[in-house]
């Protein structure tokens, strides 16, 4: 059974910093993204970073940020602990929403974009709230 974990959010003023953190576990062995994504309320759901990653190995991939948020977060991954982050910083109070994690099933070939993609697998969210 897959599942994903998110934690570390909570509530900060603009300019600070928050890491958020996905727990995986049952994801086989095999190339896929993991993804980052967020929602505010009344908005929809966006994505905001995305990684190819082969799952079971120390092999890393490129990362893609969505223009929101570029040059400010960063998405890493820790395969030994089967763990991805995401390090937020200067935060605005636009950044406020609910964030998730996901991951995509095993792909054959790394996708053009992998924002705007269906993912497979989803955590409960963790929400981000800043304040002015």
């Known amino acids: 059974q897959v599942q994903l974990v998110e934690s570390g959010g909570g509530s900060v003023q603009a300019g600070g910093s928050l890491r958020l953190s996905c727990a995986t576990s049952?994801?086989?062995?095999?190339?896929?993204?993991m993804g980052w994504f967020r929602q505010a309320p009344g908005k929809e759901r966006e994505g905001i970073a995305c990684?190819?990653?082969?799952?079971?190995?120390?092999?890393?991939?490129?990362?893609t940020y969505a223009d929101p948020v570029k040059g400010r977060f960063t998405l890493s991954q820790d395969n030994a602990k089967n763990t991805v982050y995401l390090q937020m910083n200067s935060l605005k109070p636009e950044d406020t929403a609910m964030y998730f994690c996901?991951?995509?099933?095993?792909?054959?070939?790394?996708?053009?974009?992998?924002?705007?993609?269906?993912?497979?697998?989803w955590g409960q969210g963790t929400q981000v709230t800043v304040s002015l």
């Open positions: 049952g994801l086989r062995y095999g190339s896929r993204y």
């Open positions: 990684l190819y990653t082969v799952v079971g190995s120390t092999v890393g991939g490129s990362t």
């Open positions: 996901a991951a995509s099933g095993i792909v054959a070939s790394p996708w053009s974009s992998c924002l705007g993609r269906s993912y497979n697998f």
